[in-house]
């Protein structure tokens, strides 16, 4: 009597699942993905860490799905497991797809991965924050904050700098949706402080893309506080302050004011500074 012969088990193929589109979390919104230097293998620094957070933010350049390197386990270490994810980022974008740090740049974070990484991150945040605030107004509305700070600077403002002109820039960046420093935390409204650092260097380079003065990264000027922002700033925002001040009665003559009455006065005195600077701009060829 011969043997039943045995009957395959076929196992049905399971369908590969598309990587989804890379969506940035809460935190890496409020990380700049602005790079003023070469990061390689080896390098130990806090850009290490923002270059973390960013690559965490695609299932397809993540550093690591759990333990160190893991989304909220970044490092400011760039190890073997971020360079793979930089040649992931490369490969993924088109810079390079083989060779060495050395020959072709594969897994170094060099001008060419540093211009892609911005316009990456900061297309994919912007599109995020659009996303969730619909209806904000296009006008930026200055706050009751903005409305009495002086948009007036009388010198240049950069990554480092500190003192009460860099927390009224701050806070005149913070009063339009375009170029707020942050959402929540340091930085936010209500949060400003006296020191410069990345995250307003982005906003001012957001700044200055919204009203031409910059078109990348690479233009000169990209994320400082010069001559043409500094009188660009005073236009914008002495024109965002002009109804709010001319809405409000002049106060009547008194031998004393109360505290409210002088800081109008001070801001009107402000406006018509602004206004004459602007004219004497004009003049002047």
């Known amino acids: 009597m011969s043997a039943t012969p045995a009957v395959p088990t076929v196992t049905p193929a399971t369908p590969a699942i598309p990587s989804p589109a890379a969506q940035p979390s809460a935190r890496a919104l409020l990380v ?66 083989s060779g060495t740090p050395e020959t072709t740049g594969f897994g170094l974070v060099g001008p060419a991965t540093r211009a892609k990484i911005i316009a990456v991150y900061e297309q994919q945040a912007a599109s995020i ?8 107004p296009s ?48 930085g936010s409204p209500g949060k400003e402080t006296e020191y410069f650092g990345s995250l307003t260097k982005t906003a001012v380079a957001k700044f200055q893309m919204k009203h031409g003065l910059v078109k990348s990264s690479a233009d000169p000027g990209y994320g400082f506080v010069g ?11 002495a024109k965002q302050q ?9 106060p009547a003559p008194s031998t004393s004011d109360s505290p409210e009455q002088k800081l109008q006065k001070q801001i009107n005195d402000l406006i018509r500074q602004v206004q004459e600077l602007q004219g004497k701009l004009k003049t002047t060829p």
């Open 32 to 97: 700049s993905p602005v790079f003023n230097r070469t990061l390689r293998a080896g390098t130990t620094h806090s850009d290490v860490k923002r270059l973390q957070v960013l690559l965490n933010t695609d299932p397809d350049t993540q550093i690591a799905t759990i333990g160190v390197g893991s989304p909220g386990n970044e490092t400011e270490y760039f190890g073997k497991l971020t360079q793979r994810a930089v040649e992931r980022f490369q490969k993924k974008h088109g810079l390079a797809s």
């Open 129 to 136: 924050r659009q996303r969730a605030t619909p209806s904000a």
């Open 139 to 186: 006008a930026a509305t200055p706050s009751p904050i903005a409305a009495a700070v002086s948009p007036v600077f009388n010198r240049g403002l950069d990554v480092g700098s500190k003192g009460e002109d860099v927390k009224r820039l701050q806070q005149l960046l913070n009063s339009d949706p375009d170029t707020t420093i942050a959402a929540t935390d340091t």
């Open 227 to 237: 001559p043409k922002t500094r009188t660009k700033m005073a236009e914008v925002f």
């Open 242 to 250: 002009a109804p709010s001040s001319s809405s409000t009665p002049t």
